[in-house]
């Protein structure tokens, strides 16, 4: 049975960093595709970033250059390190795996999978 379990959200200020787990069971995550997404109060899900089975990587242009997506073979998780946060990140965050396309596009979140239950990062100014 595939289970993605997200950990790692919290409240911090303007500025600083959270890294956000996802230990994935049921599959191994360096054969599929995954990526984390974010949804904010009356807003839709969106994509944050994605890393491909080969290792490519790709994000939105909102978190380039703060976010890292990464993941851990051996432990089977992916994570994601946020840096420089921004009240604007304020979000509840999903790990998400096995999508048809493995990219970040307007409505990528319907052809990912599986999701977990999501992990709520709050950023104070």
């Known amino acids: 049975q595939v289970q993605l379990v997200e950990s790692g959200g919290g409240s911090v200020q303007s500025g600083g960093s959270l890294r956000l787990s996802c230990a994935a069971s049921?599959?191994?995550?360096?054969?599929?595709?995954m990526g984390w997404f974010r949804q904010a109060p009356g807003k839709e899900r969106e994509g944050v970033a994605v890393?491909?089975?080969?290792?490519?990587?790709a994000y939105d242009d909102s978190v380039r250059g703060r976010f890292t997506i990464s993941q851990d073979n051996a432990k089977n998780t992916l994570y994601l390190q946020m840096n420089s946060l921004k009240p604007e990140d304020t979000a509840m965050y999903y790990c998400?795996?096995?999508?048809?396309?493995?990219?970040?596009?307007?409505?990528?979140?319907?052809?990912?999978?599986?999701w977990g239950q999501g992990t709520q990062v709050t950023v104070s100014s």
């Open positions: 049921g599959f191994t995550i360096s054969d599929k595709c």
């Open positions: 998400a795996a096995d999508p048809t396309v493995c990219a970040l596009y307007y409505g990528a979140a319907r052809d990912f999978r599986y």
């Open positions: 890393r491909s089975r080969h290792g490519t990587t």
